[in-house]
């Protein structure tokens, strides 16, 4: 069990309003990842951390923004949202990035209206 | 590009043995990960290969074969909590996943 929790689970907001999600881990690890799943499509990475204060992007973040300013928590923000942020969002985390798997909080479904 | 094929959707028998293929095209190459992930619920581990050949954990083995490109997971035994889509991940040369859009395994009694 990774020990990572998301929140809110569920959101339904409307376009043009900032969003906030939360992701916490009890663990210690340092790799944290945002994704979003959408039908059709694999998980898509928004960004991802390496350590405290250390973020980079990812394939799809236009739009998202994120912070990490202590271990635990990964925070990912909307900063407009849009109808087309729709969908499915996973934190994820990992102890390294070579061989080490990542585990997978249980989601939140943001809709935007 | 990179890219990551599965099949959409495939559909076994309770009892039965179902293979799962997967196909990739990567920058790079740092092993391979197989999830299961149940309706409604988070992505889980299964499996992980970097050196070719059969990796066997239970039920489930994965195979892989670095110079095709190519990985499959294999499930015996099929049991109805079986259903469920397996996604295929391949860790490129930046250390990040790519994602295959899954395949939903459809279990029949």
């Known amino acids: 069990d990774a020990g990572i929790t998301q929140s809110p689970r569920h959101k339904v907001t409307e376009t043009g309003t900032p969003v906030t999600l939360r992701c916490h881990q009890t663990?210690?690890?340092?790799?944290m990842y945002w994704y979003r799943q959408d039908p059709g499509h694999g998980l898509r990475l928004i960004h991802y951390?390496?350590?405290?204060?250390?973020?980079d992007k990812g394939e799809v973040s236009d739009g998202y923004s994120v912070s990490r300013s202590k271990t635990e928590d990964f925070l990912l923000t909307l900063e407009s949202a849009t109808s087309s942020q729709t969908s499915v969002y996973f934190c994820?985390?990992?102890?390294?990035?070579?061989?080490?798997?990542?585990?997978f909080g249980p989601g939140t479904r943001l809709t935007v209206t | 590009g990179q890219n990551i094929d599965q099949p959409t959707e495939m559909t076994a028998t309770e009892g039965a043995i179902v293979q799962i293929n997967c196909t990739y095209q990567?920058?790079?190459?740092?092993?391979l990960f197989w999830y299961q992930q149940h309706a409604g619920e988070a992505p889980t581990f299964l499996s992980y290969?970097?050196l070719d050949g059969l990796e066997e954990k239970g039920r489930f083995s994965s195979f892989l074969s670095r110079s095709k490109g190519y990985s499959y997971l294999l499930l015996k035994e099929l049991q109805m909590k079986d259903s469920a889509s397996y996604l295929c991940?391949?860790?490129?040369?930046?250390?990040?996943?790519?994602w295959g859009a899954g395949t939903k395994l459809i279990i029949k009694p």
């Open positions: 994820a985390n990992a102890a390294g990035d070579s061989s080490y798997e990542q585990y």
């Open positions: 991940a391949v860790k490129d040369s930046n250390y990040q996943l790519i």
């Open positions: 990567t920058s790079g190459f740092n092993g």
């Open positions: 951390s390496y350590g405290v204060k250390d973020t």
């Open positions: 290969n970097v």
């Open positions: 663990e210690n690890h340092r790799y």
